[in-house]
């Protein structure tokens, strides 16, 4: 029996089946690439599910895990840690807002922008607001709450009864958001693209009306940078694209590059509605963590990673779009922004995920039908039409 088989056979002994694994155990990984225990290599294009921005063993993240272990891991919230001033400094000064509070992933700076948002309109502004309004096709995290926000029923089954308070309206359908608008809603959340929905972007004009939307019925206007931040679309931040200013911001995967932290951001006045005692989390914020987080955050706006996936993701946009034309029976649309990219087939897509995966490129597939790329950002432009060549090679095939 192989070193794979052995993993597989141990894991379904010792773990809760909660995940559909791919047919790979990644040994170790290096900038973009991944290496199974036999050696193979395969090109990343997934990063972690947009987490490894800056790549894999990242040598200058790897040597502030190094000095910072030596120093100081964990202390508790308890006390002032000079790593989470750095850290919020760092990020605060990428966005309008001033204030920052740390947690461990995505989710819970998704469920801590709920309870802000409710506390802030019950405490701040004495009112009865409580719900919170969501898309269809979205993802929140898998808390009860942020489950519940989540628009996708098929990830709820089993699970209720859910927790009240939130509503889900179509996607892009500004009448129908103003139709679930009610005397008791507090906020409206969103992601400037799905990217569990299938690498879905929001017009621009819609996204425009949301936030005015906000203004004129005194809701709060959050939006859930966990997946798209970090400079994966292009700019520093997906809402950036369109001069949105949210009252919350959440983040999470990238700013880690691996290891786990949340962020939500907000401003000072909001902020308020958090007194000592309401809100808090053992782990979130360390040291350890947020000197990695600042690093990550360092190295981003020093090498303008930004701009580089800017245009790292029209290249891609245009050379898969160049594939949509000479297959379109088997390729319905090519969207996303940056390094964050969507081609949607019209027949489901394992078979054809299958066969990119032997042939070395580790890439996502959403909906059943969605080829999601999700690539490091320093990713160079010849791996990119490496996996194009790749792709139009199997699509010939199944023509």
């Not at 808090?280 to 947020?290: D, E, H, K, R, V």
């Amino acid at each position: 029996m192989n070193k794979f088989n052995i993993i597989k056979t141990k894991e379904k002994k010792l773990h809760c089946p909660t995940y559909g694994r791919y047919p790979l155990a990644v040994k170790k990984a290096k900038g973009y690439k991944l290496y199974d225990f036999d050696g193979q290599e395969y090109i990343d294009l997934l990063a972690g599910i947009s987490v490894c921005n800056l790549g894999h063993s990242h040598p200058e993240i790897v040597q502030v895990i190094k000095e910072q272990a030596e120093k100081l891991i964990h202390v508790s919230n308890l006390f002032y840690q000079e790593e989470q001033l750095g850290l919020a400094e760092r990020l605060l000064g990428t966005t309008h807002l001033n204030r920052a509070f740390f947690c461990n992933s995505g989710a819970e700076a998704n469920e801590g922008a709920i309870k802000l948002a409710r506390r802030y309109m019950q405490k701040i502004k004495n009112k009865d607001k409580f719900e919170i309004i969501t898309l269809a096709g979205s993802f929140h995290g898998r808390t009860l709450a942020t489950l519940t926000a989540t628009g996708q029923d098929k990830l709820k089954e089993g699970f209720s009864p859910y927790p009240t308070g939130f509503k889900i309206v179509p996607f892009n359908d500004i009448t129908a958001l103003k139709n679930g608008i009610s005397e008791h809603t507090a906020a409206i959340m969103l992601e400037v693209i799905q990217g569990e929905g299938g690498v879905r972007p929001l017009h621009s004009e819609y996204l425009v009306q949301v936030q005015n939307i906000c203004r004129e019925n005194d809701l709060l206007f959050i939006i859930d940078e966990v997946q798209t931040g970090l400079a994966r679309t292009g700019k520093f931040w997906a809402h950036q694209h369109y001069n949105l200013k949210p009252d919350i911001v959440t983040s999470a995967k990238a700013l880690g590059n691996g290891l786990p932290i949340g962020a939500l951001l907000t401003t000072q006045e909001i902020s308020e509605a958090f007194g000592p005692g309401s809100h808090g989390t053992t782990f979130g914020g360390n040291a350890l963590i947020c000197k990695v987080a600042e690093k990550v955050v360092e190295i981003i706006l020093r090498d303008n990673l930004a701009e580089q996936t800017k245009d790292k993701g029209q290249f891609c946009l245009n050379i898969f779009s160049e594939i949509k034309d000479e297959f379109p029976d088997l390729i319905a649309e090519v969207r996303g922004a940056g390094l964050m990219l969507g081609i949607e087939l019209t027949i489901p897509g394992h078979e054809i995920w299958n066969k990119l995966l032997k042939k070395g490129f580790v890439l996502n597939l959403t909906q059943e039908k969605v080829l999601r790329l999700l690539p490091p950002l320093i990713i160079p432009e010849e791996e990119l039409v490496g996996f194009a060549q790749a792709l139009k090679g199997i699509l010939a095939e199944t023509v």
